[in-house]
DNA sequence: TTGTCTTTTGACAACGTTGTCACGCTGCCT
DNA sequence: AGGCAGCGTGACAACGTTGTCAAAAGACAA
């Protein structure tokens, strides 16, 4: 900037007007600046800036994900940056892979770093540790699951109902022996689908049968594993209830192997790619990733422009999807 | 940091030595000045370090990819990523969607926020704007795509020699009607995979037939729509070869709604989740992601801690894999 | 011309750090 | 006793910016 500044013969107040386009600086000067700045191919330096400026921001927020390559993070990531890019601000990620400790790491990484607001796919559940970030003005905002001990603004889909319209939906197809295959049960998110499962079943007064109930089935594999083991005992399921795509995957997986994909039915939450290619097509609820980035991405925006009303939980909401694979009879 | 040292009651040196670890600090102040920082809740703010260090770091680097919730662009995020945690290093990521300006928008935007490092799948065609940013320091490493007119490290798949591998085994099955499916020629990717293509239909002497090659499919929809009608004109391919994944999924669509797909033969470049579960499953020529990204994020460390030996161009193989889809006869 | 008001411009300090250097102290050698 | 090295520590300047405020320049009326 200096240099700049030497160049056009002002001073490196007046480059710093034109670089921030300020208003009140002669059109003649503006065009000196410009020229001079794109003869030395100037960079501003927006970190030096944010040092400066009075409100700290540094156009620059943080995502925790559970992983960035797990496509229903990877859509939250893509909906939060296409909010982000309009503002000018830059996204810097990262992946907790359900590690309380790791959740901290990245959170202090992007604390050091003066991120001017956080949207947190929270593995742990005792944020209380955010109280120090809240207070020096950084935003934030939870997707997916609930933030612990922390008053925070939260966009949520509703685990539990979506759960329960897909049971009942298995249920009226004339199921009663409905397994419920789940993710790791300190998800919140795995322990509230768990719940609706509960939750439904004693509403259409079907006995809870703990034999068909599988959790902490966390990857395609473990999945894969727990199936061909419950569709070879007894007393077999005549439907499955995946909590999450992967479980779908390897839920569907293990009943190909088995030759029971076309006999057994199977309601899956979350949608994926090719699930209507499939034979039969997996029926699902799915959720909108892209609704809830976006929420999230506006809402921690909104914040950052001022809005001091009370916390706000938005739930989004989810779809059936029938494709075949949920409307196998007993 | 000033608060810290007033309550240690030391300079603000010390503790400036106390956070970087630096050795010749006497147990005794260490122990006070990280009792004070704890009790104020200190942070460190590392935009003001790497602006005052004489490195400059910013332990920052920036990924520009094609579209950050693109399966393949993804897994490339979360390989660069677990190399860049194990040395503290955070990932600004962006999606440039293909468009050239978007990538120069990201680039600048990361080097205003003075990046260590760039990690580049490039949109364009023309990288010599990156001169000034190599000027400063900051390394570039190229992914999937060749630079353009700029000489840096990069990190290929072999595509050429893939598709050639894959249009040998259709041919080796007995087909002679090959059609072909590409992505937006401006790719460089996609035309590369389409000499491949031309290449091995002239080695294996069979005559190009331009009525069974379409390019520019950009998607699932347009790969769907040309299959379509490939499918229904005259003379009929076949077999199907696709350049890309959503390709290969539209092209299955489309097979599956004529009824084709158990009497068309498919070979897709990139593997994706589920193609084994296909009905066939579907033939392959897998790129391997992770080791692309973590092997473009160990050359671009290297570089950051001096390596200074010519521009390296490393090549990772394909592997075909064979599920079904790609052995069916004509 | 002068005085007043408005606009444009620049000098300087400050943001939160770290590099440099010099200081004081201790212990050891002459 | 004097000198010198080594260690721990702190004062100060500097990194590249922007906020503040005052000075300079221009516009306009009397």
Not at 57 to 77: C, K, M, Q, Y
Not at 103 to 110: H, N
Not at 235 to 244: D, I, S, V, W
């Amino acid at each position: 900037m200096r240099e700049v500044a030497a160049l056009a013969k002002v001073s490196i107040k007046t480059v710093s007007r034109v670089v921030n386009g300020e208003t009140g600086v002669s059109p003649r000067l503006a065009r000196r600046v410009t020229a001079a700045s794109e003869r030395l191919d100037y960079r501003h330096n927006l970190t030096a800036s944010s040092l400066r400026r009075s409100d700290g921001r540094s156009a620059t927020i943080g995502v925790v994900l559970e992983d960035v390559s797990n496509p229903f993070a990877s859509a939250l990531h893509r909906s939060i940056e296409d909010v982000a890019v309009r503002r000018g601000v830059l996204v810097l990620a990262g992946s907790s892979d359900e590690d309380e400790a790791r959740e901290r790491e990245l959170i202090s990484a992007f604390a050091s770093r003066r991120v001017d607001g956080l949207i947190i796919q929270p593995a742990s559940h005792d944020h209380s540790y955010l109280l120090a970030e809240r207070k020096v003005g950084t935003a934030i905002v939870f997707v997916d699951r609930p933030a612990g001990f922390f008053d925070a603004d939260t966009v949520l889909t509703d685990n539990a109902a979506g759960v329960r319209r897909g049971i009942r939906h298995l249920i009226a197809q004339g199921h009663r022996r409905i397994a419920y295959l789940g993710d790791l049960h300190t998800i919140a998110t795995a322990a509230e689908r768990h719940r609706g499962y509960v939750q439904e079943l004693a509403a259409q007064k079907i006995q809870l049968d703990e034999r068909l109930v599988r959790l902490d089935l966390h990857g395609i594999e473990k999945a894969e594993a727990a199936v061909a083991e419950l569709l070879t005992a007894s007393p077999r399921p005549t439907a499955l209830f995946a909590g999450q795509n992967l479980i779908t995957i390897g839920a569907f997986r293990a009943m190909r192997h088995l030759g029971l994909h076309k006999r057994t039915a199977l309601v899956g939450f979350d949608d994926f790619l090719l699930a209507d290619l499939l034979e039969p097509g997996i029926t699902v609820i799915a959720q909108d990733p892209a609704a809830i980035g976006r929420t999230a991405a506006e809402m921690l925006f909104r914040r950052l422009d001022g809005d001091r009303s009370p916390s706000e939980h938005h739930t989004v909401v989810t779809q059936m999807i029938t494709r075949g694979s949920g409307e196998i009879r007993p």
